[in-house]
């Protein structure tokens, strides 16, 4: 603004510094300070791809998000956690955190994922499309260039601060600078203790000790009574329960499913044939009774609030399930429990993913004599139902044990071979021989044929061996593998190879055991045959059931926390159990989509044997214990 000198009005030079005392007054002012969801409201742009609901945030869309994420803002409150479900926005309260300190309140952010490979895909999946696509952002964050060792994919700089994500797994992640805000995704999920370093949660909070204004947040969905770290977490915070009111009584509770006075908030009405109709599925308010319909959903979130248990003390604590979230149908959450309940893996699954509750484990062993009692007579070497056969390969000292499982609709399995391969693995001649099992035909009733379609052999002992037989048969899915031992690893992974990777280990494939038995365990617990059930021939011997079982799942402490270790029984060997993981992780390794098809593939194979001869079961069909010897 150019002054009025040449103005002889003395008014008019008064007036032009008032303007230019106010434009002053206005560049220096502090911005105001926005919360977070004012600022997601304002600034943050939800990427295609990223979300059903693409476009500009609206945090009103699922209100009780507003006060986790304005917790973050809120100088009097130091750590937040958040006890969740799938499917409620935890992962867009963590981007919308991420996305005010860059813009609104700059400093030191550390992100924590499960693992590396986790930190690398969101990185790349949730972090990268919000920069890019949130203009506010994407002015202070620039897309990485050349070997910009500012901002890669594990770290991010921006005006006055910086962003670096890491994984569990990885004890290098904690040791960097100081961090004023650290937030860790998906705890439950992460291995007992950073290598040697320690609890992570206590690593990274370490971080923030020098910042009188840190902030710590703990986002997860629970897993195990006893062992769930977001449930402890919870626990010591305020226990903020979200609360709606009832549109006929006006009476506030929590949408819960089994409610305090034992009875389900969920119902539906059941058909003519006396079966529940999922479509019917109402809540039934625990003051009135009104059956309320879904479409006042809505409405009861409008008058929702959040109410804690306790004084805060500086930790705010959330927990939820998914029956509030706008965008999942109570016909839906009632349709997942009644496939669920039929097994117990899968219902572990519904109560931690859908309704964000802990799950209670009852008794950690299952007798041998039990799983004996439940044998059964197939009517060929492959029963009805089976779609495809995978095999788990031991190796020990004089022999080769060997487990071949049938797989059929909803992962059922048959153990359809046990077989002892004698012969020193030093030798190739025990190899051929595994070469000549792996290769042959099985058959259904009805003649059609089956051959294995993966195997896992575990390449602890003999591993040179078991790189020479595998290596070559890669195109048929033979693979060498090696069990790692820790909480929440994947069942099967393959790890790419790297400047250091011997060629041979090259095509090693991680074989998760934990996870491996843990979903075992499960499976044995199921008692109805269907989706997860195991089928056991009644020509299986007691030492396979006894080998089988033979590791107990048992509490330990590691770093001053309980964790869950699988230990052998004394006096049991435990290769049946062992080739029985193997056999489960090459059927992982398979991928979901073959998984899925299960059920089509057994009526493929049956359809197939239409008109021919069947084959009878032989003197070593179904699951007998035979030597090496014997006839294949």
């Not at 299952?366 to 070497?381: F, K």
């Not at 359809?416 to 259904?444: F, K, M, N, S, T």
Request: charged share 25%; net charge positive; glycine share 10%.
């Amino acid at each position: 603004m150019v002054p009025p000198l040449l103005a002889p009005d003395p008014e008019a030079l008064r007036t032009w510094h008032r303007v230019e005392a106010r434009l002053i007054r206005d560049a220096l002012a502090p911005r105001p300070r926005l919360s977070v969801s004012e600022w997601a409201d304002r600034y943050r742009v939800v990427s295609e791809g990223t979300s059903t609901e693409a476009g500009e945030w609206r945090t009103d869309r699922a209100p009780y998000l507003k006060e986790i994420m304005d917790a973050f803002s809120d100088p009097a409150i130091w750590k937040v956690v958040f006890k969740k479900p799938a499917q409620v926005g935890g992962t867009e309260v963590i981007n919308n955190v991420i996305g005010y300190h860059i813009d609104q309140d700059p400093c030191a952010i550390l992100v924590v994922q499960v693992s590396l490979e986790e930190a690398k895909k969101w990185s790349k999946e949730k972090l990268a499309p919000m920069l890019r696509d949130s203009p506010r952002l994407a002015a202070k964050v620039q897309e990485p260039r050349g070997r910009d060792p500012d901002n890669t994919l594990l770290s991010k700089s921006f005006p006055g601060g910086h962003l670096g994500i890491t994984g569990a797994n990885a004890p290098s992640g904690f040791r960097q600078r100081s961090r004023r805000v650290v937030l860790f995704d998906d705890v439950d999920g992460y291995p007992p203790a950073a290598g040697r370093e320690g609890d992570q949660l206590v690593l990274g909070g370490r971080r923030t000790a020098t910042f009188w204004n840190r902030k710590v947040g703990l986002f997860s969905t629970p897993t195990i009574e006893g062992f769930s770290r977001i449930d402890e977490a919870f626990r010591e915070g305020d226990r903020r329960r979200y609360l709606l009111p009832c549109p006929a009584c006006g009476h506030e509770q929590q949408l819960l499913w089994l409610r305090p006075d034992g009875g389900y908030g969920l119902v539906c009405e059941r058909d003519a044939a006396g079966d529940p109709v999922p479509a019917s599925a109402r809540y039934a308010c625990i003051a009135c009774g009104t059956l309320i319909p879904e479409t006042e959903k809505r409405r009861m979130l409008k008058g929702a609030r959040w109410l804690a248990e306790r004084p805060t003390d500086g930790v705010a604590s959330f927990e939820l399930n998914a029956l509030v979230a706008p965008w999942v149908r109570w016909s839906e959450v009632m349709r997942e429990f009644l496939d669920a309940r039929r097994s117990p893996l899968r219902l572990q699954g519904f109560v931690n993913t859908m309704l964000g509750e802990t799950w209670r484990e009852e008794g950690a062993e299952i007798e041998p004599h039990a799983l004996a009692a439940r044998v059964e007579s197939y009517e060929a070497e492959l029963p009805r139902g089976v779609g495809l056969l995978t095999a788990g390969v031991d190796v020990q000292g004089d022999r080769l044990e060997v487990g071949v499982y049938g797989w059929g609709a909803g992962e059922e399995g048959w153990l359809i071979r046990w077989a002892q391969l004698d012969g020193d693995p030093g030798h190739p001649e025990v190899w051929r021989i595994l070469d000549e099992l792996l290769l042959r035909p099985w058959r259904h009733a009805g003649g059609a044929e089956l051959r294995i379609t993966a195997a896992a052999i575990d390449s602890g002992y003999q591993t040179e061996q078991v790189y020479r037989f595998a290596e070559p048969r890669r195109g048929r899915r033979v693979h060498a593998t090696k069990g790692v031992p820790g909480r929440g690893r994947p069942l099967w992974a393959q790890p790419g190879p790297t400047k250091t990777t011997k060629a041979k280990s090259r095509h090693l494939v991680l074989v998760g055991v934990d996870s491996a038995k843990d979903l075992l365990h499960s499976r044995l617990r199921i008692g109805t045959p269907g989706p997860g059930y195991l089928h056991f021939p009644d020509t299986t011997d007691r030492v396979f059931f006894e080998q089988l079982t033979a590791e107990r799942l048992v509490t330990k402490y590691r770093a001053g926390r309980p964790v869950r270790e699988w230990t052998p029984i004394e006096g049991r060997r435990n290769e049946a159990l062992d080739v029985t993981v193997l056999a489960l992780a090459a059927l992982a390794g398979l991928g979901p989509a073959v998984i899925a098809a299960l059920s089509a593939l057994a009526e493929q194979a049956m359809a197939a044997g239409e008109g021919a001869v069947p084959m009878g079961a032989g003197a070593d069909a179904g699951g007998r214990r035979v030597r090496s010897r014997g006839v294949w």
